[in-house]
């Protein structure tokens, strides 16, 4: 058995992308894999990529194990490597180690590098992915992450969640945990229980903001708002909604048009950036589109006059969110 898993390894691994929790998983499940080869406690190095020597690692990963058929090399912060530094593990990667396992560990590495060429070359699985998931899958990763803390999470509880502690995967796991501990095992965890028991460690971004004018409720509008950072300004927030609006007022031409163009093809967007831009075109008539552009002229020249600018924007904002009477 343990030969088997000796032949399974490859001499190197690349462990890259944002997704830090995953990052992680990926590491702790080699560490294990190599404990079946013998003991890792004092078969392991760990170097860090911004300080590390690479002629050390390289001699590192030249060192024969001991009482195991295997030793481990890590080198987190690999991407922080000086080029000097990683042209010897280039070098060794050219013919690694029978005895070592050598894992690089980064959050990004250019596919153009030749350290990151060099691992790519060990096999066809030497490299790892462990990128984070687009945004708007992110909620369906921490349902699943739930899960594993004997917890259940609906996408909406997540999504909350996401927005409140950001999209650390570490600390939205380390979150999920805590939770898990004061509901106890078998729990469903809800908004209201995020809201409640989770304190805002992450600035709403400002793209929430103009989706949320999007939708015409105004409600998550100025809760949005009063969330955004301090470094959110009221000029960029107006173009950024500007912008929305002359893409809905797009989306309604193409749909007058009957055009068989898409609307991510018309926009030139991919499609999950305007999957909900049908039902937002929806929300305003052509008229009220075409006003609100207007008025965010008026209001980007009043800005300029002097006027206090969060409060001409957020006037605009609430008086092209408003809904008009019946």
Known sequence: MANAKKQELLGAYLIVGDDALKRETVLARL??????????????????????????????CN?????????????????????????????????????????????????NTRLYKAVAAVGPK??????????????????????THG?????????????????????????LARLA????????LTEADVEAMVTR?????????????????????????SQLGDDSSPFALLTMSANRIRELLCVKSLASRRAGETVA???????????????WAQRYSE????SALGSAVDAELAMKSGRDADDVFLEWAIEVMKKPAR
């Open 201 to 225: 460690t992450n600035a709403t971004k400002p793209w929430k903001f103009v989706d949320a004018l999007s939708e015409r409720d105004l409600p998550l509008a100025l809760r949005t708002l």
């Open 287 to 290: 008229n009220e589109l075409v």
């Open 63 to 111: 060192t024969v194990p001991f009482a195991s058929e295997k030793r481990l090399v890590t080198v987190v912060r690999a991407d922080k490597l000086r080029a000097a530094e990683a042209d010897p593990l280039v070098t060794y990667l050219k013919s690694p180690s029978d005895a070592t396992v050598l894992a690089l560990v980064a959050e990004k590495l250019a596919k």
């Open 265 to 279: 093809q018309a926009l030139k967007m991919p499609d999950w950036r305007v999957k909900n831009h049908g039902k």
């Open 126 to 147: 030497a490299v790892i992915d462990c990128a984070l998931p687009k945004t708007y899958q992110l909620p369906a990763q921490v349902s699943a992450m739930a899960k």
């Open 151 to 175: 917890v259940m999470m609906g996408e909406r509880a997540a999504a909350r969640l996401v927005d409140m502690v950001g999209d650390d995967t570490v600390r939205l796991d380390g979150e």
């Open 181 to 188: 501990l004061e509901k106890g095992l078998g729990a469903e």
């Open 31 to 60: 560490g294990k894999r190599l404990e079946a080869c013998g003991d890792m406690a004092f078969n392991s190095d760990t170097f860090d990529g911004e300080t590390a020597s690479g002629e050390e690692i390289a001699a590192a």
